[in-house]
């Protein structure tokens, strides 16, 4: 099982840190992307600040269910602004979801403190 969490986690980081590398680097297409999505330039190098830190907070163990929570805060947003400009529901307002349930699927296959915070009892 924490296998299976250490490649959810790991799949969750790599998108994220792609992501957040794209928007610190100010790369073309991600300056593109964003800008379709309503979003000025400048807003760009401090959303791909948030996410970093974010991402950072999640892959240190002391701070992985703190970071967690902040990605699930930053990747609501994802979905709101997907929403917001009328993208397809199931490739990009839900993908943000997606990606929220690798990072927590992950976390909570791989540390101990979360599944004893959240015991999930299946029923028989």
């Keep these: 099982m924490k296998a299976l969490g250490q490649t959810l986690s790991a799949l969750a980081v790599l998108f994220l840190a ?12 991600v300056m593109a992307g964003t800008g379709e999505l309503g979003y000025p330039e400048n ?9 970093a830190a974010c991402v950072a907070a999640y892959v240190a163990p002391p701070t992985a269910i703190l970071g967690a929570l902040l990605l699930t805060g930053y990747l ?4 709101a602004t997907h929403l917001r400009v009328g993208n397809p529901v199931w490739s990009h307002i839900l993908f943000p979801v997606y990606v929220a349930l690798f990072v927590w699927g992950g976390l ?17």
């Design 76 to 79: 609501g947003g994802a979905v």
């Design 18 to 29: 792609v992501d957040a590398v794209g928007k610190l680097l100010r790369l073309p297409p």
């Design 108 to 124: 909570f296959l791989r540390e101990a403190r979360l599944r004893a915070l959240l015991p999930l009892r299946l029923a028989r």
């Design 43 to 51: 807003a760009v190098l401090v959303i791909g600040l948030l996410e």
